[in-house]
Structures are given as C-alpha cells and as structure tokens.
C-alpha cells in the first residue's frame, strides 16, 4: 500500500498552489481537513460547483475623457469566497487610480452598496466572502492624463454580469 502524503491544514502555500490549479474547492476543504496530495488536484472535495480562473484586461480612457471609469460586476452567492488580483498599467502614480471593490444593492436601484474595500492605488489582492446572493465587482476609475489597462484575474464560483444587464442595472441606478 503506498504511503499516503496529508497536506496540513494550515500550510497556506499547498492552498494557494491548488487555487492556481483550478481546484479552489479542494483548497477551501484545507480549513477543515486533511487532503490527501494524490486527490487534491482530481476531484473536489468541499463542493461540486466547479471553480473558475478568468483573466480579463480592461482599457480605461484617460480622466478627461468618457470611459474613464467602469463597473466590472459577478453574480455570485452568499458565502462564495471570490479570491482576485488586479494591477493598473500605463499609470505611474497611485492617487490617480480609483477602485472601489463592493457589492450592488441586493435590488438595482436601491442604492444599497456594500463596499468591501477603497483605495487609490496601482494593484490590490486579496479575497472577500460575498454576504448576500447578487452582484459584486470593482469600480474602476482613472484620473490619470492617459490611458490605462487593468489586469483583473478572478477566481472563485461567479458568473460575469453581460455589458446590457450592466447597463440595465445602471440605469436602474440613475435618480
């Protein structure tokens, strides 16, 4: 019989490998239980949803422009854990660079936000557990004299909000 190899649980580095694999959910299952290495990238043991890696680069106009600025939005559920990273390129200074990482009213257009983190600054990382179903995301806004690219990379059980239920919800938004 082989040997089994047990990753501990509070060895964070197994975790964030298995993420970047695409098995967050056998990472999640480290919280509370000892994954056997031969399992951890083939099955998921916390969850039967699949987990999802996206990249995405946004353009944004320069601050004296339109599309200057844009919500990116995900539709997940309570307690999904959405894991990102994002990086801002072709600004050189962090007070020119806006984000706001939050979640839309639980209704559009009840003006019920929930913001979960805001900053200027060049690149953010980290993770959030959404506190209700609907919609979370980034509002990004650029004050800077050029163009910019945001690189967004998101991981977690969401779907991404289309460009027309976006502008919906904007409109929904309007007073």
């Not at 990102?84 to 020119?96: A, F, I, M, N």
């Not at 200027?120 to 806004?141: E, I, M, Q, R």
Request: proline share 6%.
């Amino acid at each position: 019989m082989p040997a089994k190899t047990a990753v501990h649980p509070r060895d964070h580095r197994p975790a964030w490998s298995l993420l970047l694999a695409g098995a967050a959910a056998a990472c999640l299952a480290l919280a509370g239980s000892v994954v056997r290495a031969e399992d951890a990238g083939t099955r998921p043991v916390l969850s039967a949803e699949p987990y999802r890696t996206l990249s995405v680069n946004i353009p944004l106009n320069s601050g004296d422009e339109a599309g200057h600025w844009i919500e990116w939005l995900v539709r997940a559920k309570a307690g999904t854990p959405l894991l990102y990273s994002w990086s801002v390129s072709g600004v050189t200074e962090p007070q020119e660079f806006y984000s706001d990482l939050f979640g839309h009213g639980v209704e559009p257009g009840t003006g019920e936000d929930v913001s979960y983190q805001k900053f200027s600054g060049l690149f953010s990382n980290g993770a959030v557990t959404v506190p209700y179903d609907g919609l979370h995301g980034w509002y990004f806004k650029n004050d800077s004299a050029g163009a910019v690219v945001v690189h967004l990379r998101l991981s977690g059980d969401f779907e991404v909000v289309s460009a027309e239920e976006l502008a919906a919800i904007q409109a929904a938004d309007e007073p």
